[in-house]
């Protein structure tokens, strides 16, 4: 369901971790993965009303269609499940 490009591996997020703990002086945010950078870029390109409708637009996608997926997998009302 999620697209590989932009899926982290764990050793890459537990790389920026390792760096977060022991940089003298840490940075607020840390690229991992696909998807990061542009993440980023919109947020300082975009105003805070802008970045959070936007952000909630995605959640909101991303949980429909998680229902929709759970809806087809699960069994229909009314018949038992074995």
């Given at each position: 369901?999620s697209n590989p490009r932009?899926?982290?591996?764990?050793?890459?997020?537990?790389?920026?971790?390792?760096?977060?703990?022991?940089?003298?002086?840490?940075?607020?945010?840390?690229?991992?993965?696909?998807?990061?950078?542009?993440?980023?870029?919109?947020?300082?390109?975009?105003?805070?009303?802008?970045?959070?409708?936007?952000?909630?637009?995605?959640?909101?996608?991303?949980?429909?269609?998680?229902?929709?997926?759970?809806?087809?997998?699960?069994?229909?009302?009314?018949?038992?499940?074995?």
């Amino acid at each position: 369901m999620s697209n590989p490009r932009l899926v982290s591996p764990p050793e890459a997020v537990a790389h920026a971790i390792g760096k977060a703990v022991t940089a003298r002086r840490p940075r607020t945010r840390y690229a991992v993965g696909g998807g990061a950078r542009s993440v980023l870029l919109l947020r300082r390109l975009l105003s805070d009303r802008a970045y959070d409708r936007l952000t909630v637009r995605m959640f909101r996608t991303i949980g429909d269609r998680h229902a929709r997926a759970q809806a087809k997998h699960s069994p229909s009302p009314g018949f038992p499940t074995p």
